[in-house]
């Protein structure tokens, strides 16, 4: 199958594109012919080049992308973009192959000392990175756009399961989005969707580097790799596209290392 067409006419939804995973998951994508709607948040400034290169990815692969810079954690938020996604032009019905939750927004406070984290900063955290795919997920349904055989993926770290510095409400939030995505795995699975976590090894992206101590982090990767490298968001693209594929049709409340065997030293 040309590469350029293998997804025509499917969309993916991808919340947080303008870096990291979300954004090299776009650059993936529409070379297999997917077209893509992106949410992110960027000053006026940080979203013009973005634009340029999302217009040149676009025209070089023969797809669509829609941009949309906006709060993707508010009701109004989705509201608008699905209101522009079921408009003339906007994405057909049953057209959204992949829900792609890339969204890296919340707190990195200690528990103790000065300027500790609160309730507030749990929940803003939890909410952004983990139960507002819930509510992407339900809108989307709702719409009528995801198509038959649909694909629903988030993204978790080692610091779910083992302490980093500073990393408390992520760590919660990640907890709780594979904790989520097994319920919707069982529960979405009779409209179509499959559910998967990708668990990314240490990768400079970033969002990682606002984290306290990751130049250690990045150092202990590199060492503790046994591909004798740390991950990269290519890496990451890569198994989200194959989970698009029709190959990966049985494959359904997953979490999936992708982090050249890191995990298992």
Same mark, same amino acid.
């Given at each position: 199958?040309?590469?350029?067409?293998?997804?025509?006419?499917?969309?993916a939804? /991808? +919340?947080?594109?303008?870096?990291?995973?979300?954004? %090299?998951? &776009?650059?993936? !994508?529409?070379?297999? @012919?997917?077209?893509?709607?992106?949410?992110?948040?960027?000053?006026?400034?940080?979203?013009?080049?973005?634009?340029?290169?999302?217009?040149?990815?676009?025209?070089?692969?023969?797809?669509?992308?829609?941009?949309?810079?906006v709060?993707?954690?508010?009701?109004?938020?989705?509201?608008?973009?699905?209101?522009?996604?079921?408009?003339?032009?906007?994405?057909?019905?049953?057209?959204?192959?992949?829900?792609?939750?890339?969204?890296?927004?919340?707190?990195?406070?200690p528990?103790?000392?000065?300027?500790?984290?609160?309730?507030?900063?749990?929940?803003?955290?939890?909410?952004?990175?983990?139960?507002?795919?819930?509510?992407?997920?339900?809108? /989307? +349904?709702?719409?009528?756009?995801?198509h038959?055989? %649909?694909? &629903?993926?988030? !993204?978790?770290?080692? @610091?779910?399961?083992?302490?980093?510095?500073?990393?408390?409400?992520?760590?919660?939030?990640?907890?709780?989005?594979?904790?989520?995505?097994?319920?919707?795995?069982?529960?979405?699975?009779?409209?179509?969707?499959?559910?998967?976590?990708?668990?990314?090894?240490?990768?400079?992206?970033?969002?990682?580097?606002?984290?306290?101590?990751?130049e250690?982090?990045?150092?202990?990767?590199?060492?503790?790799?046994?591909?004798?490298?740390?991950?990269?968001?290519?890496?990451?693209?890569?198994?989200?596209?194959?989970?698009?594929?029709?190959?990966?049709?049985?494959?359904?409340?997953?979490?999936?290392?992708?982090?050249?065997?890191?995990?298992?030293?």
């Open positions: 199958m040309d590469t350029n067409t293998q997804f025509s006419g499917l969309w939804v /991808i +919340l947080g594109g303008s870096g990291g995973f979300g954004f %090299a998951s &776009v650059e993936k !994508l529409v070379r297999h @012919g997917m077209n893509i709607a992106v949410l992110y948040r960027e000053t006026s400034v940080g979203e013009k080049p973005l634009l340029e290169k999302f217009s040149k990815m676009a025209a070089e692969n023969g797809v669509t992308i829609l941009p949309f810079n709060n993707a954690l508010t009701a109004e938020g989705r509201a608008s973009v699905i209101q522009k996604l079921t408009a003339e032009n906007g994405i057909a019905k049953h057209g959204v192959k992949l829900l792609l939750h890339s969204i890296a927004r919340g707190n990195l406070k528990l103790a000392g000065n300027d500790v984290l609160t309730t507030d900063d749990i929940q803003f955290t939890t909410y952004a990175m983990s139960n507002s795919l819930l509510d992407w997920t339900r809108d /989307i +349904l709702d719409a009528d756009l995801f038959e055989d %649909a694909r &629903v993926i988030g !993204l978790t770290s080692e @610091g779910a399961h083992k302490y980093w510095e500073g990393y408390a409400a992520v760590s919660l939030a990640k907890s709780s989005l594979e904790s989520l995505a097994k319920y919707m795995a069982v529960e979405f699975a009779p409209m179509g969707l499959k559910t998967n976590i990708i668990q990314a090894g240490i990768t400079p992206t970033a969002s990682l580097k606002m984290i306290p101590g990751s250690k982090l990045i150092a202990i990767g590199n060492e503790r790799n046994p591909m004798g490298r740390i991950t990269q968001p290519g890496d990451v693209a890569n198994v989200i596209y194959l989970l698009c594929t029709g190959e990966a049709f049985w494959i359904n409340g997953a979490l999936i290392h992708v982090d050249g065997g890191e995990h298992c030293r």
